[in-house]
């Protein structure tokens, strides 16, 4: 097998999506500061990583030269959508807004911890005894797409035409390949807005206990509907996409195990620690793309205006010279902060949410009464530039 090098870096080769830690060693090692010629730097080490996360210098607008760049909005549905959510606005437009969002967010999502364990005990319930069983389709969708749809206030039987719509919405978080996807995007975001907007305004006349009436009752005329519906459409495809991932993550490295960790059988606080470790060590977002607004200096190199500077939190999350033994799994450590969910002003909004989630999923599918699960050796990562999820993850369910 040929040594990986930081010249060799290239995001897309199916062998850096099936094992990115080799590359990104290499990367802090020899070049942490790295230009690559593909047009994008990419910083690797834990310091600088949170330091870039924390400088308003890198915005998170999309790129001038971008299809869902501002001056598109009126063109296509995918621009207008695109500025309108908070993971792609800068301050002073960001602050506002997220704090609005997040304040319901939070608030609407910090005691549903019954909720999420009836969730992920009926959708363990499902599972066929003596079968394979994607754990990605068959467990995993169902829970989060079922739990954010809850949250938000769409009605159950939405959730899985939410879940197509969420999974369609993600790909505005990385390059469009060709014209036709382009076009499909942007009909995709065309029926779920939509969708949330006809919501909104059944749940105006009507209000009931979910997120959506929370909005609309609190608008006071500085947040427009397209701003709130498109929000909307965000939480919720991160509900799904990122609870898939990060919990499978989880799950993949725990079937790996040959004894499952004690402190999956602790407290509600040993379980959310093991799940930060998990996550610490397959991170579902691999890296956070940031245009410069002006020349920045790290590490003696010069990183000019309006440059593609990739951030990353995977290897970060890496980093020997902050976490110790960093490849272990060391579920009983006490480690430093991980960058998992990011850090700063646009740090994860739902990421106490995420971790109450998977901890109800854990307890649910290791229960003493629960059947054994049974993991399947070889792991299929999805080709998806930045994402560091399973396409699938089959297991064998045993009585
Ligand atoms: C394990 C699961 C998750 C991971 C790994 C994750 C990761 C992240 C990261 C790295 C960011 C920062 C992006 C940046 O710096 O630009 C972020 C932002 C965000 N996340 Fe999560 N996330 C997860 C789950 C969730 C969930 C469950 C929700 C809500 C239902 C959510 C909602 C958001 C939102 C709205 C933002 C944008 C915040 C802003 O730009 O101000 N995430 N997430």
């Given at each position: 097998m040929q040594e990986s090098t930081a010249s060799s870096f290239e995001p897309n080769d199916p062998a850096t999506i099936d094992d990115p830690f080799p590359v990104y060693k290499a990367l802090r090692d020899q070049d942490p500061v790295h230009?690559?010629?593909?047009?994008f730097w990419f910083i690797s080490r834990y310091e600088d990583v949170l330091a870039c996360l924390k400088d308003a210098?890198?915005?998170?607008?999309?790129?001038?030269?971008?299809?869902?760049?501002?001056?598109?909005r009126s063109k296509f549905v995918a621009a207008d959508v695109a500025n309108n959510l908070i993971a792609?606005?800068?301050?002073?437009?960001?602050?506002?807004?997220?704090?609005?969002?997040?304040?319901?967010?939070?608030?609407?999502?910090q005691n549903q911890q019954d909720r999420f364990a009836a969730l992920a005990a009926a959708s363990c319930k499902t599972l066929s005894l003596g079968g394979n069983v994607d754990l990605v389709s068959e467990f995993a969708i169902p829970f989060s797409s079922r739990a954010?749809?809850?949250?938000?206030?769409?009605?159950?039987?939405?959730?899985?035409?939410v879940a197509e719509w969420s999974n369609d919405f993600f790909r505005l978080f990385h390059a469009i390949p060709d014209g036709d996807e382009f076009h499909?995007?942007?009909?995709?975001?065309?029926?779920?807005?939509?969708?949330?907007l006809d919501l909104m305004a059944l749940r105006r006349a009507a209000p009931i206990e979910d997120l959506i009436s929370d909005l609309?009752?609190?608008?006071?005329?500085?947040?427009?509907?397209?701003?709130?519906?498109?929000?909307?459409?965000?939480?919720?495809?991160?509900?799904?996409?990122?609870?898939?991932?990060?919990?499978?993550?989880?799950?993949?490295?725990?079937?790996?195990?040959?004894?499952?960790?004690?402190?999956?059988?602790?407290?509600?606080?040993?379980?959310?620690?093991?799940?930060?470790?998990?996550?610490?060590?397959?991170?579902?977002?691999?890296?956070q793309g940031r245009i410069t607004k002006e020349s920045v200096q790290i590490r003696g190199k010069t990183i000019r205006a309006r440059s593609i500077v990739l951030l990353g939190l995977a290897s970060a999350n890496r980093d020997e010279a902050v976490f110790e033994n960093a490849d272990a799994f060391r579920p009983l450590d006490t480690r430093p902060q991980h960058l998992a969910f990011g850090a700063g002003s646009h740090m994860c909004l739902g990421n106490a949410m995420?971790?109450?989630?998977?901890?109800?999923?854990?307890?649910?599918?290791?229960a003493e009464d629960a059947p054994r699960l049974v993991a399947q050796p070889h792991r299929h990562w999805l080709a998806r530039p930045g994402h560091r999820w399973l396409e699938k993850l089959d297991v064998e369910v045993l009585a």
């Open positions: 230009w690559n010629p593909k047009g210098r890198f915005s998170n607008q999309p790129a001038p030269f971008a299809l869902v760049h501002a001056r598109n792609f606005k800068d301050a002073p437009d960001h602050t506002e807004l997220r704090a609005w969002l997040a304040r319901n967010f939070v608030r609407r999502t954010i749809c809850a949250v938000l206030g769409f009605p159950e039987a939405d959730a899985p035409r499909r995007l942007n009909d995709s975001l065309r029926a779920f807005r939509q969708h949330v609309v009752s609190k608008m006071d005329g500085s947040v427009s509907d397209h701003e709130v519906a498109d929000n909307v459409m965000l939480l919720a495809a991160d509900g799904i996409g990122n609870v898939q991932s990060g919990l499978t993550n989880c799950l993949s490295i725990l079937l790996q195990q040959d004894r499952l960790p004690e402190p999956l059988f602790g407290s509600t606080k040993d379980v959310s620690k093991l799940v930060d470790e998990c996550l610490r060590l397959e991170s579902p977002g691999q890296y995420v971790r109450t989630e998977i901890v109800h999923a854990l307890r649910a599918l290791f």
